[in-house]
């Protein structure tokens, strides 16, 4: 077979299977995306969390999954103790959600998770999740912004500033397109960060689907086709 058909082929045979691997896009571990450890009748308080504001008698033992950066934050059964700050039912997913809680302190408070898979070249990555403020704490009243982070070691990939209705939760999706990236092959990171007050999160997930080859490889595919098909009537007429 000519070399031009062969290389044609080849390309096809990629792209086809690019296009057919995003269409399946592959879930990545998150331990304790919906912060639903550890079990808490109430309110469980991470590692580290400190301020003027922690009560006397706060249960604070380690987030699974989750390391603290700031003041402070932890568990919250909103279905169990909303207190009067969220209806009843009201996590996303689950019983419990995770707080930062700025307000108890100074400063920002942040969680992040360093994850078992790596950053891999040519693929889609779309972190979602749920994100809320208590009923007596919104953005517009304490200046409070959040950011979505999603990293590979130390390197910002993408974020967001998602806003986070009051009493309530509402979704976000935030998307990285990886290319051929010089981060390829450290550790995915998530973080999630709230300057003052609090603000809550559930129900994060991660999937990654390979990006198909573009279209300039299909026609790359046609023009190596046709110059084969070219060859081989001229070896015919001779």
């Known amino acids: 077979m000519d070399i031009y058909r062969r290389l044609a082929i080849v390309l096809v045979a990629l792209a086809f299977l690019g296009w057919h691997s995003q269409a399946q896009a592959s879930p990545i571990s998150i331990e304790n995306p919906g912060f639903e450890a550890p079990v808490t009748s109430f309110l469980t308080w991470a590692t580290g969390s400190t301020g003027t504001g922690l009560p006397g008698d706060a249960v604070i033992m380690d987030i699974p999954g989750w390391t603290l950066t700031g003041v402070s934050g932890g568990v919250w059964n909103i279905n169990a103790n909303p207190s009067g700050y969220f209806p009843a039912d009201a996590a996303p997913e689950g019983n419990q959600i995770g707080f930062l809680a700025g307000t108890y302190g100074t400063g920002p408070s942040s969680f992040s998770q360093v994850l078992s898979a790596t950053l891999a070249n040519n693929t889609l990555y779309t972190l979602t999740g749920e994100v809320g403020h208590p009923s007596d704490q919104v953005n517009g009243s304490f200046d409070a912004v959040i950011t979505v982070e999603l990293l590979a070691g130390t390197n910002v990939l ?19 397109n990886s290319g051929v990236s010089a981060y390829a092959g450290l550790p995915l990171q998530i973080v ?10 559930d129900n994060l997930a991660l999937d990654g689907s ?7 490889v299909l026609l790359l595919a046609s023009g190596l086709l046709g110059l084969g098909l070219m060859r081989q009537k001229r070896s015919l007429k001779r």
């Open 158 to 176: 993408a974020s967001m500033n998602p806003i986070g209705p009051q009493g309530s939760f509402a979704p976000f999706t935030l998307t990285f």
């Open 192 to 201: 999630l960060s709230s300057n003052q007050p609090q603000s809550d999160f």
């Open 210 to 216: 390979a990006v198909p080859l573009p279209p300039t």
